[in-house]
């Protein structure tokens, strides 16, 4: 089994900064891409940053210049820095893993989520 744990989120203010943390730890032989995910009330949940095990990434519009993804390897954590924060960022974030595990096998896991809360 592998468990991932998000920290880092928060209230912060409009135009403030928030860093999140995702620590994997567990069965993990190699971890393969990894991403942070959003969901707000109401709506569904959507990619907003995802980072491959080489360290290529890719963003949606409404995060690109405002939200940088990294990872460590050595450390099985991935990082996602967002400034500029606005309004419309409130949501629960999500870390999602795609892990081999020691038996080669396969699977897509997901964190508990954190609540990201972006309010005057």
């Known amino acids: 089994q592998v468990q991932l744990v998000e920290s880092g989120g928060g209230l912060v203010q409009p135009g403030g900064s928030l860093r999140l943390s995702c620590a994997a730890s567990?069965?993990?032989?190699?971890?393969?891409?990894m991403g942070w995910y959003r969901q707000a009330p109401g709506k569904q949940r959507e990619l907003v940053a995802r980072?491959?095990?080489?360290?290529?990434?890719n963003y949606p519009d409404s995060a690109k210049g405002r939200f940088t993804i990294s990872r460590d390897n050595a450390k099985n954590t991935m990082y996602l820095q967002m400034n500029s924060l606005k309004p419309e960022d409130t949501a629960v974030y999500y870390c999602?893993?795609?892990?081999?595990?020691?038996?080669?096998?396969?699977?897509?896991?997901w964190g508990q989520g954190t609540q990201v809360t972006v309010s005057s």
């Open positions: 980072i491959t095990s080489g360290g290529s990434t």
């Open positions: 567990g069965s993990i032989f190699v971890i393969n891409a």
């Open positions: 999602n893993a795609l892990v081999r595990d020691y038996n080669n096998y396969v699977r897509d896991y």
